[in-house]
């Protein structure tokens, strides 16, 4: 049942071919000894106890939600009432959450069974989940690799079928890059169409939760259960959404889909030619592309290292080891508290951030640095006003290079740059999606990603979709999966 | 732009409340001083009639609450995080030292 879609999985549950409790058990079962190292918590007890009480509600004949029986999981930034949430970091080792997120809460109004955590780089600041103060995650496709980051441990459970969807968090990147690195599907909403009530705030001008799946009908379906007004976050877009799912009818004939040549010039040769067959089947499918340009593309990883470690110095400000930190055990005053915890609690790549930010913040560097990089976001959003006068959706590759060995990465700029083509939909608050789109030599998935103008979600899915109808990519299993397909 | 140098570090620390530990400290600093440097490149762009951008969605407005009470967090269960605490209040050291005459 493994490698089952969570539409085919809840319509088994739906017509009584299994339980709730028949499929959690048997994914409890997989996650508890997965081994990507994908997960940093399983939600054994809670799980079982919600697919007990579905199997009660589908027997006293109650109308089931869209996502019943099916199991999910979420990165461990997203809080879950009573549950640990780490953020992957030793500070929150033991935190638990007093509420639970208005993404979990709508998950679970539509029957969906959380069943465990997913690891991550510590506070989602990486592109590797490599800073996990816990452990590493490995690519399911070859585990020498890494899945990418920060959500890693989602898109790897995801496509290591641990289950069918799983939740990340994308402030530059974060679900479209490991989406592509495990060959799966992984979307950045508009910015504010998914709550970002109990995310845990990065860079909160960036930040949105975002799906990953195998196929673009559960991208959908999870998408039109998340994506709802929320009172809890104010900059929640108040209006209702499209129906997504109901969006996909694969046409595309006479979109106009914009390509920025610019980007293809020193990319891996492999994802260059995926990129070109890409385009092709789109142009089979009676899509037109023409060639646009972003020209301030190449300044948003400096834009972006400025914004984000600015607005992450500020958020992350609260963890001080007084009120739901660690607390220094060698602290004997208050600002010892303060200084001790948090050095003890944060891991280096998050401080050399908080420092960074700290800095770009500070008196007399503000003008240089923040307003600077404020400014020249307004430029990365004014080029696709432009580009949008001549295109309906814009797409390019997810990364520029294929997923890299573990460990391969140490200098932190090099690791910046593998952002390079993610983070301006998230300057813009786009829609953006990864698809997978096929294999390197070596057997290495590769991403392809497509944008619109926001809240224009439902038609980068439909793109995917007439892409998906015409392909089979999305069907690959890694090698690392042993199960039966049939079974 | 200047370099960053040791004394800038230690006046951060001291603003963000981290200490950097003398083995991390020259790495850090290496650091800092290649992103600052890559960031750099900012100054090509001409912003001088560009505004910053602060708002993403266009046309959209902070959203105000009313003024009234909800979905509050009982304070048991608020503290069921706390390092430390005496009864209802979090615990912390003592702030401001007893004295003679105080």
Known sequence: ?487 | MSTFKEEDLLFLESLARIHVSVKDKDRLIENINRILSFVEMLHEVDTEKTPPLTHIIKGMKAKLDNDEVRDVLSTEEFLKNAPDRIGGFLKVPVVIEEKDGY
């Not at chain 1, 459970?157 to 679900?175: E, F, I, Q, R």
């Not at chain 1, 200084?339 to 790549?349: L, N």
């Not at chain 1, 307004?378 to 814009?394: L, P």
């Not at chain 1, 926001?454 to 980068?460: K, N, P, R, T, Y």
Request: include cysteine.
């Open chain 1, 1 to 487: 049942m493994f490698s089952l879609s969570a539409i085919e999985l809840s319509l088994k549950f739906k017509k009584k071919e299994y339980s709730a409790t028949e499929i959690i058990t048997a994914f409890l079962q997989r996650a508890k000894n997965e081994p990507y190292g994908a997960l940093l918590s399983v939600l054994e007890d809670r799980a079982l106890k919600k697919a007990a009480e579905l199997d009660a509600k589908q027997k006293s004949g109650k109308t089931l939600g869209l996502l019943a029986g099916v199991p999910v999981i979420v990165k461990d930034n997203i809080l879950i009432q009573g549950e640990k949430t780490t953020c992957g970091s030793k500070f929150l080792e033991n935190y638990r959450a007093p509420y639970s997120a208005t993404v979990v809460t709508e998950l679970e109004k539509h029957d969906a069974i959380i069943i465990a955590k997913a690891n991550m780089d510590e506070f989602a600041m990486g592109s590797s989940t490599a800073t996990s103060a816990y452990h590493r995650t490995d690519n399911p496709w070859n585990q020498d690799y890494t899945p990418g980051g920060s959500s890693g441990g989602s898109a790897a459970a995801v496509a290591g079928l641990l289950a069918p969807l799983s939740l990340g968090s994308d402030t530059g990147g974060s679900v479209r890059q490991p989406a592509a690195f495990c060959g799966i599907y992984g979307f950045k909403p508009t910015y504010g169409r998914i709550s970002r009530h109990g995310l845990v705030a990065f860079a909160s001008s960036l930040d949105q939760i975002g799906p990953f799946s195998r196929s673009i009908d559960d991208l959908a379906l999870i998408s039109n259960v998340l994506a709802t007004p929320c009172n809890h976050d104010s900059t929640s877009i108040q209006t209702p959404a499209e129906d997504y799912l109901n969006a996909l009818d694969g046409d595309i004939c006479h979109l106009k889909i914009g390509v920025p040549r610019e980007f293809l010039e020193g990319i891996d040769p492999e994802i260059r030619s995926a990129f070109e067959k890409f385009l092709t089947t789109l142009r089979e499918c009676g899509a037109q592309t023409v060639d646009i340009t972003l020209p301030h593309n190449n300044y948003s990883v400096p834009v972006y290292y400025i914004l984000a470690p600015a607005e992450a110095s500020t958020n992350l400000a609260r963890f001080d080891g007084i009120r739901y930190t660690s607390r220094s055990k060698k602290a004997k005053t208050l600002s010892e508290v303060y200084t001790f915890s948090r050095t003890e609690g944060f891991g280096k790549e998050v401080t050399q951030r908080i420092l960074l930010g700290t800095y770009v913040l500070s008196a007399g560097f503000q003008d240089a640095y923040y307003k600077k990089a404020q400014k020249v976001r307004y430029k990365i959003c004014k080029d696709y006003e432009d580009a949008f006068e001549k295109c309906d959706v814009i797409a390019f590759p997810t990364t520029p290079v294929p997923p890299f060995k573990h460990g391969s990465i140490t200098d932190p700029l090099t690791m910046y740059k593998q952002d390079i083509f993610t983070i301006s939909a998230n300057m813009a608050g786009l829609p953006s999606l990864s698809i997978p789109v096929g294999l390197t030599k070596e057997a290495l998935p590769i991403g392809i990603q497509v944008q619109a103008p926001q809240m224009q979600d439902g038609l980068v899915m439909n793109v995917a979709k007439a892409f998906e109808l015409k392909t089979s990519f999305f069907r690959l299993r890694p090698p690392s999966y042993q199960g039966n397909d049939h079974e």
